[in-house]
């Protein structure tokens, strides 16, 4: 596709259940991100991706976080036991490479998770 | 401290005028700066980066004022379609994060 797909765009889920959400970067990006943003807060970054391995895993908040990313491509965010305090939109983003002088990210549309 | 801070706002300007944000970041190795902006309920995309002599596009303006840490953005002859929420983004020297101001949010009326 032309943009970063993330599915679901939304998920309901009971508290203590797991959900696994899927991101599809930008063909060809080899950097890959997760955020997540409460209502009416900023983006904590969560991972980073280059290629398939993650070097800094120190933004998920806690053990119950997990993600990979195979093939260079596709990305999954896996929570497990969800809590009510994991609601909220949870944001992929992919550059080209990652660069810090000249970091474009593409965001997808999120996947708003609501944990009842 | 916040490793980067912005006024929430709201900015509430008319149309035509010009405005301006400022970002600070605490950590002195920080190394590349942008703005992104983010309108209701969307994704945000970028805006521009900040380069260490300033950049201008267009209506807009980003400055970087590395001796006291902070950033800027200028919106001149605002419109209504700036109405938004631009947030500062700081990469710190030898890390991987990109990290994201919970922004400011313009609202220009006619």
């Known amino acids: 596709g032309a943009g970063v797909s993330q599915s679901p765009s939304n998920k309901v889920t009971e508290k203590g259940k797991d959900v696994e959400l899927r991101c599809d970067p930008i063909?060809?990006?080899?950097?890959l991100y997760w955020y997540r943003q409460s209502l009416g807060q900023g983006l904590e970054f969560l991972i980073y991706f280059q290629g398939n391995s993650a070097p800094d895993k120190s933004g998920l908040p806690s053990d119950r976080f997990s993600a990979e990313r195979t093939g260079g491509s596709v990305s999954t965010l896996t929570i497990q036991r969800t809590q009510q305090e994991d609601s909220a939109v949870y944001l992929c983003?992919?550059?080209?490479?990652?660069?810090?002088?000249?970091?474009?990210?593409?965001f997808g549309s999120g996947t708003q998770l609501s944990v009842l | 401290r916040k490793e980067v801070e912005q006024d929430p706002g709201p900015f509430n300007v008319p149309e035509g005028a010009t405005v301006a944000f400022n970002c600070t970041y605490s950590?002195?190795?920080?190394?590349?700066f942008f703005w992104y902006r983010q309108d209701c309920r969307k994704e945000p995309k970028l805006l521009m980066s900040?380069?260490?002599s300033g950049n201008e596009d267009g209506r807009f303006t980003a400055q970087l004022n590395r001796a006291s840490q902070y950033i800027s953005l200028l919106i001149r002859d605002s419109k209504l379609s700036d109405s938004a929420t631009y947030l500062c983004v700081v990469n710190i020297l030898h890390t991987d994060k990109l990290i994201f101001g919970t922004g400011t949010r313009l609202q220009v009326f006619p």
């Open positions: 950590n002195s190795a920080s190394q590349s």
């Open positions: 063909s060809g990006h080899t950097a």
């Open positions: 983003a992919s550059s080209l490479v990652h660069s810090a002088t000249n970091e474009k990210l593409f």
């Open positions: 900040v380069y260490s």
